[in-house]
């Protein structure tokens, strides 16, 4: 099962990597580290539809750290909310699909992101409406560990388990990188696990790029009643492509045709 | 696309902001750098490099990045905070309100890459509001600089200007414009091309777009003047009201929402004072599409053929109302 999945991630990356190649920019290091989680959210774990992207009973998923919206985009074609061949209108002058998700034009984004660190305030209040009508779809939030830095994040993990919502899932894509430098050079919030904790909330801590790992902990069967939940995903910026990985120059940089060239081989090498 | 002319040179304002940083940050220790992880986006790396213990990056935290500024300069720093000008003044405005504006702190707040300057990163990413926003509030000079040689002259303005301000600098190349020995005075507009016919009042990226416009306009027999307006506020009210009683005619160009901006703190005096009709080119208060700046500029008729353009029709409506 979860080979399938790797396969749907190696595509993604491959079609992630040509578009910023294609459009001359975008975040492909904060891409590759986040695609293995959003593959397994929207081919394992979400209850969304295409056909009826604004269904009531949908599973929500906030990108909060927007900057990748590219990698959303790729999923949202992949799964049908929008055609594939749009996705080489990234970045270009009146497309839709521009450098952060934009839910008023796009099917299938919930929010608009951009700014870091309102993500998670946002999923909070999605989770909170589920509890009002005691309605059964999930909330999941993805942030870059960065983003973690923003106060407003720990303002809403407050809100959270102060409201007891077992329904929301934050997914803490923990590359160790943030823009300029590590955030151990910036701003260090690792571990987080503790943290949270603290707070009040239910923890695992997986291998963001194993997926039986990541479709386990995000399995409503792994909900711990009455407590939001925090999945810490160690992940790798710039997954997959060995010059990228967990290299700070690659957090917006984008791949000169020499480089294109080699990363799109060790991704095809690993296709299966 | 017909501007800038393609054989004029074009230059990043950030660099000769941070060229004036580090003089000024070894003439004086106390001057301090404070960061939101923008280090590269801000271009002081080399401050950094020289001058580590100075640099303060608090990570992505801005409201905390502002906070920390005013405490830094009560505590005798000079801090130049630095961030992309949506997160500076969007997410940190109260504190800007609060611990900067009203506690009245010696913090100089630089905002980089302002106006459309990150174009194709969508709405979230445009600052086309910090003009309205900041200039709302008390005690805080609003300051966009035209090209490198204001940019430089602002920033060392700045740091001998004891109180708050806030420099609004785009990454946006724009050509020279104003001489190399140009000295910035708070709230004082530069006519940097006389004329009658109508006046044109812009700032930043827009200046040098306003001067190609007067140049066409001239081919087609209307003389323009133009006023480079960097400072927003205090706004130079006698400037304004000499270019109505002159010209008759007032165009505003800005790479901000026609809403609280250039335009309106223009509009504010020529109402008050001398009442002559009026144009104020901006974004017309939507979010904007996807395009860079300049593609985005052009779209909203601020072109130099946009700006002429509507420069033509403004001095028509000034002649039905003879
Ligand atoms: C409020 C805010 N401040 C600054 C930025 C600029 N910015 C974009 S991405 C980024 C780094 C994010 O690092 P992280 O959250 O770790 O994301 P990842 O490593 O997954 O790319 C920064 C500072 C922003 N988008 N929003
Ligand atoms: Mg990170």
Redesign the pocket.
Known sequence: MASNLEQIANWIRRRDLQSVYEAGAG?V??EM??IDILTALYFRILSVNPEQPQDPDRDRLVLS????ANALYVVLAKRGFIPQDEISTFLKPMSRLNGHPNRTKVPGIETNT????HGLPVAVGMAKAAKLDKAAWRTFVI??????Q?GSNWEAIMAAAQFGLDNLTLII?H?R???GAR?LDTNNLAPFAPKLEAFGWAVEEIDGHDMDAICAALSSETVVKGKPKCVVAHTN?GQGISFMSDNVAW?HKVPDSVQYEQAMKELEGTAS | MNAPAANVALHDCRDAFVATLERLGEEDRNVVVVC???VGSSKVSGFQDRWPERLINVG?A?QNMVGVGAGLANGGKIPFVC??SC?LTG?ALEQIKADVAYSDTNVKLVGISSGMAYGELGAT?HSIEDFAWIRALPNVPVIAPADRVETAAAVAWAKSYDGPCFLRLSRVGVPDLLPEDHVFALGKADRICDGGDVTLIANGTLTHRAMTAAALLKKRGLSARVLNMATVRPIDGDAIVEAARETGAILTCEEHTVFGGLGSAVAEVVVDEFPVPMKRLGVPGVFAPTGSANFLLDEFGMSPEGIAESAEALVKRKRHSD
């Open positions: 975040h290091g904060g580290s986040v750290k927007g900057h990748t951009g700014p870091l660190g942030t870059g560990d960065g983003e973690m923003e894509d590359n990188l943030q823009q955030l910026k957090h | 939101n992880d923008s992505i801005e961030a992309a997160f997410r990413h």
